[in-house]
């Protein structure tokens, strides 16, 4: 089982990792475990992707509303870095 997943559902009851993530989404994926790719997959927002990545249908991923928390549009430019590095550096 992915770790992503476990992530989410400890996004939904971890008090202390909720208020990590909202602080530093990266450093609190990164500190969780998270691979590179799941990293990349979470903090792109992208719900279809994280079902995809996740190999759950969409349609029955729409409760988990945890990626919407504590992500601001600065913290990362995925979309321009040139490497996976840049695109997760802090």
């Given at each position: 089982?992915?770790?992503?997943?476990?992530y989410?559902?400890?996004?939904?009851?971890?008090?202390?990792?909720?208020?990590?993530?909202?602080?530093?989404?990266?450093?609190?994926?990164?500190?969780?475990?998270?691979?590179?790719?799941?990293?990349?997959?979470?903090?792109?927002?992208?719900?279809?992707?994280?079902?995809?990545?996740l190999?759950?249908?969409?349609?029955?991923?729409d409760?988990?509303?945890?990626?919407?928390?504590?992500?601001?549009?600065?913290?990362?430019?995925?979309?321009?870095?040139?490497?996976?590095?840049?695109?997760?550096?802090?």
């Open positions: 089982m992915s770790k992503l997943l476990d989410l559902n400890a996004l939904d009851t971890n008090a202390v990792l909720i208020q990590a993530h909202k602080s530093d989404p990266y450093k609190a994926a990164k500190e969780f475990g998270l691979t590179i790719e799941e990293q990349a997959v979470l903090l792109k927002q992208s719900r279809q992707q994280i079902a995809a990545f190999d759950i249908p969409f349609a029955d991923f409760s988990l509303d945890t990626t919407e928390i504590g992500f601001r549009s600065w913290e990362i430019d995925h979309e321009n870095a040139d490497t996976r590095e840049e695109a997760f550096a802090a």
